[in-house]
T-cell receptor, first 115, second 114 residues
Framework: DAGVIQSPRHEVTEMGQEVTLRCKPI?????LFWYRQTMMRGLELLIY????????DSGMPEDRFSAKMPNASFSTLKIQPSEPRDSAVYFC?????????????FGPGTRLTVL | SQQGEEDPQALSIQEGENATMNCSYK?????LQWYRQNSGRGLVHLIL?????REKHSGRLRVTLDTSKKSSSLLITASRAADTASYFC??????????????FGKGTKLTVNP
């Protein structure tokens, strides 16, 4: 079992550039979550999908952030344009049930640094 | 503000001692979960306790839930240096906005000294 796969593991970019983070959930899981973790704000839920449909995107900071899930085995989180305050660790997680009812399996995270 | 808040923020103990971490929350939940995060890694699920349960065990872990006080505790018995990590509580339920989700606290950083 490969677990949740995220890429890249580290990303360093300059302000204004587009950043795309990728996630492959555990096969058979029907819910996928994107989180952001910083020292100041802790772990924040950005968006989650159930059966490839966005259910709650209230945590997406602003229009610069967008997420897609074109199929059950792939999701992307895009930041365009990126800003220094977007620097954080971004986690993808998946679960076999509705959000909040089942345990979630986390990927290793993408550490994003925006200069 | 956070739905779940852990206490203490940091805890340092000696190997072999027990570690107790607490979590308080504000609104009704359908379950509460504890996760562990080693430095530089993703979170790992430890245990889930449902709102109609009062206590649950898993190996050296013991979790209690008091819905009347809106609080939970995680006890790690006979701690080991390998238990050094951050521990997060997460509450599952329907929160602001009307969607069901899992909301994480800011965590307790546990250090177990050999």
């Amino acid at each position: 079992d490969a677990g949740v796969i995220q890429s890249p593991r580290h990303e360093v970019t300059e302000m204004g550039q587009e950043v795309t983070l990728r996630c492959k959930p555990i096969s058979g899981h029907n819910s996928l979550f994107w989180y952001r973790q910083t020292m100041m704000r802790g772990l924040e839920l950005l968006i989650y999908f159930n059966n490839n449909v966005p259910i709650d995107d209230s945590g997406m900071p602003e229009d610069r952030f967008s997420a897609k899930m074109p199929n059950a085995s792939f999701s992307t989180l895009k930041i365009q344009p990126s800003e220094p305050r977007d620097s954080a660790v971004y986690f993808c997680a998946s679960s076999s049930g509705l959000a909040g009812r089942q345990n979630q399996f986390f990927g290793p995270g993408t550490r994003l640094t925006v200069l | 503000s956070q739905q779940g808040e852990e206490d203490p923020q940091a805890l340092s103990i000696q190997e072999g001692e027990n570690a107790t971490m607490n979590c308080s929350y504000k609104t009704s939940i359908n379950n509460l979960q504890w996760y562990r995060q080693n430095s530089g890694r993703g979170l790992v699920h430890l245990i889930l306790i449902r709102s109609n349960e009062r206590e649950k065990h898993s190996g050296r872990l013991r979790v209690t839930l008091d819905t009347s006080k809106k609080s939970s505790s995680l006890l790690i018995t006979a701690s080991r240096a390998a238990d050094t990590a951050s521990y997060f509580c997460a509450t599952g339920g329907i929160f602001q906005g009307g969607s069901e989700k899992l909301v994480f606290g800011k965590g307790t950083k546990l250090t177990v000294n050999p």
